[in-house]
């Protein structure tokens, strides 16, 4: 697998990346794993989003959806469409009517929105699913509002991406002993901390050490976060493989 990252900034675009998007790549199948403020842009610097094989929502928070409503503008209107189908698009059971709400300038429009012949909308599948050579598994996990992460599985590897999320016990299934986790440290660690949105650095560390993970990726660092203190809780919480992510950059999982 391959994985582009196309923003990683946390809560809000940053001046250097936008909010949180990834694409990962294998055997010809792109899979999107969420679309924040911003990310579509970037998106189209590697690959055309036309080409897109599946949408994958961890949660409906505009970091990590907004960028929804400008591809919904491009498979709607763009001069020189494809026969594109019906884009498969994993995401909270409310997703449809959200989405459609994002997308429609106001209620009238909203009443004569159906995205349904443009995307296949789909719930975060608790059963593994195949996209191409892709296995997909969603693990709900602890943020404020319904969020999952997921393992993908292509090639014999396996990458979990967390979302967004505080401290569960899910999350050592859904990290346990995968090839890279994708993981955010959003802050650095203190008592006060809300206990269902966000992980610091040392949470982090600690869940890439206690599910025995062979990389760990970290990223949405919120916009406004200091790195260094969340960096160095995080290496110290787990002395592996470890580094943050930056937009475009490009991995091997």
């Known amino acids: 697998m391959r994985l582009t990252v196309l923003g990683c900034s946390g809560g809000v675009p940053g001046p250097e990346s936008p909010a949180s998007g990834y694409l990962l790549e294998h055997d010809g199948t792109r899979l999107m794993l969420d679309m924040g403020n911003g990310t579509l842009g970037r998106l189209q610097r590697v690959a055309s989003p036309f080409d897109l094989d599946a949408v994958v929502l961890s949660h409906l928070h505009p970091d990590h959806c907004a960028d929804f409503a400008a591809l919904t503008v491009l498979r709607r209107f763009h001069p020189r469409l494809p026969d594109l189908g019906r884009l498969p698009l994993f995401g909270p059971p409310e997703a449809s009517e959200r989405l459609a709400a994002l997308y429609a300038a106001n209620p009238a429009e909203l009443a004569e929105t ?10 975060p599948p608790e059963e593994p699913v195949r996209i191409g050579p892709f296995e997909i598994t ?3 996990v602890n943020h404020v509002v319904p969020t999952w992460g997921y393992r993908v599985e292509a090639g014999g590897r396996v990458l979990a991406y967390t979302g967004d999320t505080g401290p569960c016990a899910s999350l050592t299934d859904l990290a346990r002993d995968v090839d890279v ?9 203190a008592p006060d901390q809300p206990s269902n949105l966000h992980l610091s650095g040392r949470q982090a560390g600690e869940l890439a050490t206690r599910a025995g993970v062979r990389r760990l990726l970290l990223t949405h660092l919120l916009a406004w976060s200091d790195r260094a203190p969340v960096d160095a809780e995080a290496r110290a919480a787990f002395t592996g493989d470890a580094e943050w992510v930056v937009p475009d950059a490009q991995y091997t999982v």
């Open 114 to 123: 159906d995205l349904s012949g443009f995307y296949d909308f789909r719930p």
């Open 138 to 140: 969603a693990i709900p």
């Open 181 to 189: 986790l994708l993981c955010e440290a959003s802050w650095a660690d």
